[in-house]
């Protein structure tokens, strides 16, 4: 899938300052329907970077476009994007049932089609048995379903997941590595997803390595271990030195 291809969200030279980190004029784009993961140590700019892409942060440089709209301008019940927190952050205070349909509450939808949407994700994701159960009665696995159809109650056409696989036991992770090619595929939309387990990225059509606050390059996900990768970036993938490859103007990694 071409980086030059339509995008549904581009970062353009995207510069952003949090106390002495900087997130170095990252450009990528991803495209309708793609996943997309982005990968790299602890403490590179993984989640600001998806923050970012959510409409979290304005810029100190460069741009985020959703739909070829600067994101941070369009109001956050119109961006129309699901965000997956890494601890999924729901409501304490509230039941499984009433966190999934919270996105519709924001919209004011009508209560017979946030009830059948809620049903609807509910059997989907293996849950209507615990949508009248609160957050901290429910296992990991169970939080991170209500957590997903409550970021997909929306029908959004990004979906933003925060180091989904890295409090899940094998067993769950390998259901979830399925499970994001059903939501591609059943809801249409595109996903990014950040982590530090490059194994986990392999599920993903292209996978962007940002270290230190600087996108190294974006391989296909099946040339993750092979590409010419400086010896930074090896190092981290845990490859053998060799000679570093090159760069295209788009940033893509070529022999």
Known sequence: MSERSLAVIEAEELTLRRGRFLMDRVSLR???????????????????LLESMAGFHRPDGGRVLYGGVPVYRIPVERRNIGYLYQDYCLFP????????????KLRRAGREETARRVEELARRFD?????????ATLSGGEQ?????????????????????????DPVTKQGLYGMLLDIRESFGC????VTHNFREAAVAHRIGVLLDGRL????LGSELMTAPWDGEVRAF??????????????GEVYA
Not at 93 to 104: D, E, F, K, P, S
Request: aromatic share 6%.
């Open 93 to 104: 205070h509230m039941t499984a049932r009433q966190n999934i349909a919270y996105g519709l």
């Open 190 to 193: 595109s996903i990014v997803f």
């Open 144 to 168: 991170q379903r209500v957590a997903l159809a409550r970021a997909l109650i929306t029908q959004p056409g990004l979906l933003l997941l925060d180091e989904p696989f890295s409090a899940l």
């Open 216 to 219: 190294r390059g974006t391989v």
């Open 237 to 250: 993938l845990g490859l053998p030195e060799q000679m570093s490859g090159k760069k295209d103007d788009a």
């Open 30 to 48: 991803v495209a309708p329907r793609e996943i997309f993961a982005v990968i790299g140590k602890t403490g590179a700019g993984k989640t600001l």
């Open 127 to 135: 849950i209507a048995r615990v949508l009248d159960q609160y957050p």
